[in-house]
């Protein structure tokens, strides 16, 4: 732990970060936005959006192709998700979607205007709420283990300093029991994700049949890292967490938490990235080699795609994201 000698402007990191990342001139205020900083599955390419669509046609039928659908892209950055989506919809489906970006920056110049652009999900939600890398940026506190043993908050200075606070009781506490329990042993870390567990039950709550969709870097119990995941990213590099508002502050999500909080509207799934765009049709798998005889322009624009889809699924990469699959008025989810 890097120490800090002062109290003055210590606070929790959940505080620590929610300013940094959305209060006045927070990272996510920033004109260039994300993607200015890292590169998600939306920015990696356009397949992702496609496959999205297509998880969003799904929906639809099971639905019964209502008069509106709905989707409603949650931590929308400047809408790179939902303008992908809308353009690889087919136009029946498209002429019926209420596309909806969630996002507390401004709304971008030129964006499409068939997209809402808003600070909270619609109240009811009829279709299809998609969420990328957005659970890992709602802010949480993190603990650490002292020499008794004893879990204690960790506070944090502008300079990214730390100090052990109290201990850890309540609610937070009773998280850390059950999805994260830490060993006696001095140094190790959490993070207590009750406030993303809120967060997804609270945007599941608003679907009223449909089906909400979280995708992130993820962990379950019995596989938690033992210091936590806890980092900062700046102009595409993993750096230092300082909560200045310079970087992105992030934390990997414990997926299965959040299920679990969100399972009163549904019963949830929890997939691999890999599994789930493997089951939307995006394999990676390279052309037949007869095709480069037959229709080398083909050929070339599909090894280039399997070479984007390949990217997209890898083992260690994108591939290893989470998929929390959550479905609400409908017996399980259309994957």
């Avoid at 506070?155 to 009781?169: I, K, Q, S, Y």
């Amino acid at each position: 732990m890097r120490e800090t000698s002062g109290t003055a402007d210590v606070r929790g990191w959940r505080d620590a970060a929610e300013r940094a990342l959305y209060g006045p001139g927070g990272f996510y205020r920033r004109p260039e936005g994300p993607a200015g900083h890292f590169r998600t599955s939306v920015h990696a390419s356009p397949l992702f959006a496609a496959a999205v669509a297509g998880l969003l046609c799904r929906v639809d039928a099971a639905l019964g192709r209502p008069a509106v659908l709905d989707f409603v892209d949650v931590g929308a950055g400047r809408g790179e998700l939902t303008r992908g989506v809308l353009a690889a919809l087919p136009a029946d489906v498209a002429g019926r979607t209420r596309a909806c970006a969630v996002e507390i920056a401004d709304r971008p110049e030129g964006l499409d205007a068939r997209i809402e652009w808003r600070a909270e999900p619609p109240e009811a939600v009829d279709g299809l709420l998609f969420a990328n890398e957005w659970l890992d940026n709602v802010p949480v506190d993190v603990a650490e283990v002292d020499r008794a043993g004893v879990p204690r908050l960790v506070l944090v200075a502008p300079d990214g300093t730390e100090r052990l606070g109290e201990p850890v009781t309540g609610a937070e506490a009773d998280w850390l029991a059950r999805w994260w329990p830490l060993a006696a042993e001095e140094g190790l870390r959490a993070e207590i994700g009750l406030p993303r567990d809120r967060a997804w039950a609270a945007a599941v709550g608003r679907i009223r049949r449909g089906l909400a969709v979280a995708v992130d870097y993820a962990h379950t119990l019995g596989t938690r890292p033992p210091f936590g995941t806890l980092t900062g990213f700046r102009a595409g590099r993993e750096t230092t967490p300082v909560p200045d508002g310079t970087c992105d502050i992030t934390a990997h999500v414990a997926l299965d938490a959040c299920a679990a909080a969100g399972s009163g509207h549904g019963t949830p799934r929890l997939l691999t990235q890999r599994e789930a765009l493997r089951a939307l049709d995006i394999t990676g798998a390279r052309p037949p080699l007869s095709l480069a005889t037959t229709d080398p322009a083909a050929y070339v624009r599909a090894l280039a795609g399997a070479g984007a889809a390949a990217e997209l699924t890898a083992p260690g990469g994108l591939g290893d994201f989470g998929w929390l699959l959550q479905p609400a008025g409908l017996p399980e989810p259309p994957l």
